[in-house]
């Protein structure tokens, strides 16, 4: 049977995670199910969680008054979502609704921030592991920012 | 029907061709089917091109999107880009077109045989992978596992719908589609088309891989794929340049050492890897 502790164990964002930290972050840990279209945090509210998605599709959503809600990024199978709960003010800059039914575990990041705070070695290794993943995500947005697919007027091979 | 290389006029006269059907992909992008004038068409491997003539107009390139197992219905989506291209988004059924090639080298689908195919295709680049989506499909048991990562611009920008819904539902292939922006009705994924790359299965070290999109998607992704752990020898890439000759004369699609006409437009990546990013090549 899988247990909190065995799915974060073999999850690529905790591999290799001493066990004693392991056990800290399974203690801050719960499984949580989102229904299709629930909100699971909206832009501007205090951020204390994130989430480690299990199966299913989380889409961040921005609004402009000009264009409406837009969907700026989906989180899907096996990715991590939230790490506004280690920067400050802590307050979301999205919101966050499940486009589909969406299994993942919730973590308190505020309880692990504290123990952040107390052990920085544990800070260290999560911090590590976010700024991987704040890595990939400005790579995404570089691209997605340059608008790749935009036509190009010269005749080209398509 | 003439072999792949074959072009019974020379390389530098087109050959008539009628639309036979017309269908319109998205707001800019339409598919021409062509039929042959003169002579019962010719063969062509995935990833090869033609030179398409509007009579009077102007010539483009553009790459075959149809199935080589049906040489005699020449099939090319075309993005409306430009004077020729606009040109051939007035066409109608019945209109002639001037059609030489094929031309380029084709995907490696021999190389591909009994490894794992990744195909990775950013926004009209969908329609030159059309082709090796069809050989594999018409002999799925060659091949190993088959990944279809398809980003593109916004919903209403995906191309082959219908056929990417027929393959989606495969249970033998997995296609994963990404938009780079979406209203929030989209229920698929919203992403540049990397992000998909981490969601898939496959064995890195028996797999070949065939990107063909705008060039920034294909560095970024072609990184992706080798901290997975995917050789360079194992990565093609389609590139794109102004081809006009065809035949490597005219240098007009000069890259580097290469003409894109003649040498390409697949590449093995590490021949051309010290040449992508540089500047004005």
Not at chain 2, 172 to 200: H, I, K, Q, S
Request: proline share 6%; net charge negative; charged share 25%.
């Amino acid at each position: 049977m899988e247990t909190l502790e065995s799915i974060l164990k073999d999850h690529p964002f905790f591999r290799g995670l001493e066990p004693h930290y392991l056990a800290l972050v399974v203690g801050c840990a719960a499984n949580v199910v989102f229904k299709e279209g629930q909100v699971l945090f909206r832009e501007g509210e205090e951020a204390n969680l994130f989430y480690v998605v299990r199966h299913g599709r989380i889409a961040l959503e921005l609004t402009s008054p000009e264009r409406g809600a837009l969907t700026v990024q989906t989180v899907g199978d096996g990715e991590i979502l939230g790490w506004s709960w280690l920067i400050p003010p802590y307050h979301w800059h999205y919101t966050a609704r499940a486009v589909e039914e969406t299994r993942a575990i919730t973590l308190d990041g505020k309880c692990l921030r504290g123990k952040c705070e107390e052990d920085h070695h544990l800070g260290y290794e999560l911090l590590k592991r976010f700024a991987h993943i704040m890595e990939e995500r400005l790579k995404a947005t570089q691209v997605q920012l340059l608008d790749v697919y935009c036509p190009h007027p010269p005749e080209k091979k398509v | 029907m003439t072999g792949p290389c074959a072009l019974s006029h020379g390389p530098m006269h087109p050959s008539r061709y009628e639309v036979s059907r017309i269908q319109r992909e998205t707001n800019d992008v339409f598919t021409l089917e062509l039929e042959p004038v003169d002579g019962d068409g010719f063969s062509f491997g995935p990833g090869q091109f033609t030179m398409l003539y509007v009579f009077g107009m102007g010539e483009a390139p553009i790459s075959i999107s149809g199935d080589p197992a049906n040489g005699a219905k020449l099939v090319h989506t075309i993005r409306s880009v430009g004077t020729v291209t606009g040109a051939m988004d007035k066409l109608k059924k019945g209109d002639i077109l001037g059609v030489r090639g094929p031309f380029g080298t084709p995907w490696p689908m021999e190389e591909a045989a009994g490894r794992d195919v990744v195909l990775a295709a950013g926004g009209i680049g969908l329609a030159p992978l059309r082709p090796v989506l069809y050989q594999i499909m018409a002999d799925r048991q060659r091949f190993g596992k088959v990944v279809l990562l398809y980003g593109t611009r916004t919903p209403e920008d995906i191309l082959f719908r219908d056929e990417l819904e027929e393959w989606r539902g495969r249970m033998d292939m997995e296609v994963e589609v990404t938009v780079d922006r979406a209203g929030v009705d989209w229920r698929g994924n919203v992403g540049v088309v990397t992000t998909l790359l981490p969601r898939t299965v496959f064995d890195p070290v028996n797999t070949i891989a065939m990107l063909c999109g705008p060039e920034v998607m294909m560095r970024f992704m072609i990184a992706d794929l080798m901290k997975r752990g995917v050789l360079a020898e194992a990565i093609y890439l389609s590139m794109e340049r102004n081809m006009k000759c065809g035949i490597g004369m005219c240098g007009h699609c000069q890259f580097g050492p290469y003409f894109v006409c003649k040498d390409g437009p697949v590449f093995r990546y590490d021949k051309v890897r010290w040449l992508l990013g540089v500047r004005e090549i």
